[in-house]
């Protein structure tokens, strides 16, 4: 790519990302870095030497090149400078990777880190807060917090005749877009970022800026209606994205007005053969099936303290006349909903039965960068193996009841939705798909929208809003105690809301399909974790997912620290319309080679648009931490 000319003293190069190269004689400052290919190229505009790189945020493309810095002589003894609030972002980038994460893990959503650092740490040698300033041969630069995109996103304004200049990283692109959504996905649905970002854009509006400087896409001269534009776009996408239920305020009174109390405390029931518990502010997840032979069969099981649940099923034994629980059905895969079903097993005989598409997030959970897996809580369980898999579609006969076992993704792709009829009425069982008061018009009933559990909508509400429709329940039992009762005018505003959510994302897309800013997975490695030791080699795949209707074109190239080679280094080739291909690799590790957890990154380029390193893995060099089940790579195919 050229140069080209903005301003007399003012040029964009643009890569993996766009860097803005500010030169004084010839000298130069420069915003971002890209890949580093600028610095091959400085000569031609007149340029010997770099002073500085002052990095709008820590997103790999803006600074995948720094390992070039050094090699470079245009950019000997170049200075380094980014926001405070992702310095350890550039120089600790493993700290934000685990093998083994928790909910807790800082800059993540439920243990799915949401930031995207560097392979290589990269060391600085100035930060910046949230207002500061920084001036260069005369210019003065304003340090503005702008994060959003980025956690600690910031914007650089410099004061010229032109009026002011804004070089926002991707705070916004042309077109009052969005550089991804899944940047700006910072909690479990409470919009969080969405709020931050929408503050940067306004921030910067008031600026009335000459020029808006994106880090991706075309420069905006004059961007303030665009700015505005944009504003009233995140606010649009907030009204359809935030719970569409009434969470944290009336929710409670909504949660169950059918059940009634029975001779066990608060354990409820439903109806003659359905039963709950109830209690205030008790949100756990477990549904029974007893028949009339007292037998039992469980819908999910967690968030219970095992002393409450035991002595519950016990005075069920004795006076609902339960004689034995036969099995635990796993609706989906987050760990709140099976945390005690292995204690069902051990106590109680249980079974535990699950959908083939849940089975191995259970069982294997490292392999994958979902929210909310069972290994994060802390509970000691790290894994969950599964005693009969259900299929897509599979009829059961139960003690006289007959059960269907369908695929219904929703807030998560990897769940599943069991019903049958039950005392006279077609009772749903839905996990966490759907919350809300179904007399209330206003309320929509979606659970939280989280890219991280792999929700686009195309496979998830919106497939969740058709597919209960098509089965026409008269009693939905979702999770955490919740009972809808007549449910068929909410599936409607379910359906109606999911694709108001979906015009919202596709109003701030610069693709042409939503999905591809909105999911952080089509491009991944499986197994995500994988441990190798030093001097020896591991097997994997990288999954390449088209959702166009047409077949699209990739290359990927892998890097990896000094230390661990990727075997093809680089990936070219095509995927058919509507598919994911999967493409093997192999990973070697040398024998010096420092114990430790590292990244390796994939730096893609789709159609012949440069993307960058948008997505990663993570190496574990040495054995495996005490206590973790078998990391495998891709020739290990998961067992029940």
Known sequence: MPFEKLLPDLYLWTDTANVYVLKDGDAALLIDLGNGSVLDYLGEIGVAHVEWVLFTHHHREQCQGAPRLNAAKVSAGVKLAAPDAERALFEHPAEFRKMKPTLGDAMSVYGASYVRPPVEPIALDRTFQKMDDFTWRGREFWCLDTRGNSPGGMSYLLKRKEGWLAFAGDVMLAGAKMHNWFDTEWDYGFAKGLYALYAAANLIESFGPAWLFPSHGRPLKNPGEELYDYQQKLR???????????????AAGAQDRVSRPTSVPHVWQVTPHLFKFKGPDFWPNFSLILADSGHGLVVDCGLFQKEFLDKAIGLMRERLGLKQIDAVIVTHMHG???QEAPHLREKWGAKLWAMDRVVDKVRYPERF??????NTYGKGIDSISFDRVLRDGETFVWEGFTLTSDWMPGQTEFALCLHGKIDGRTVAFTGDNVFASTTDPTQTGHEAVVARNSCILEEGYLYAAGYLHGIAPDLILGGHSWVLDQPQKLIERYREGALALRSAFQALSTDADYRYMFDPYWVRAESYRTTIRPGETADIALLVRNFRERPQSHRIMLHAPPGITAAPGKLEGEVAAESTGRFPLKLSVDRGMKEGVYLVAFDIT?????????????????NPPAGSPPVGGAGNKPGY
């Open 336 to 338: 709140d909903h099976c």
């Open 236 to 250: 649009e996408l907030s009204k359809h994205y935030l719970r569409g239920y009434e969470l944290f305020t009336f």
């Open 606 to 622: 789709l159609d012949g648009q440069r993307h960058g390193e948008l997505f990663d893995m993570i190496v574990q060099v040495g």
């Open 369 to 374: 960068d979902y929210s909310a897996p069972i």
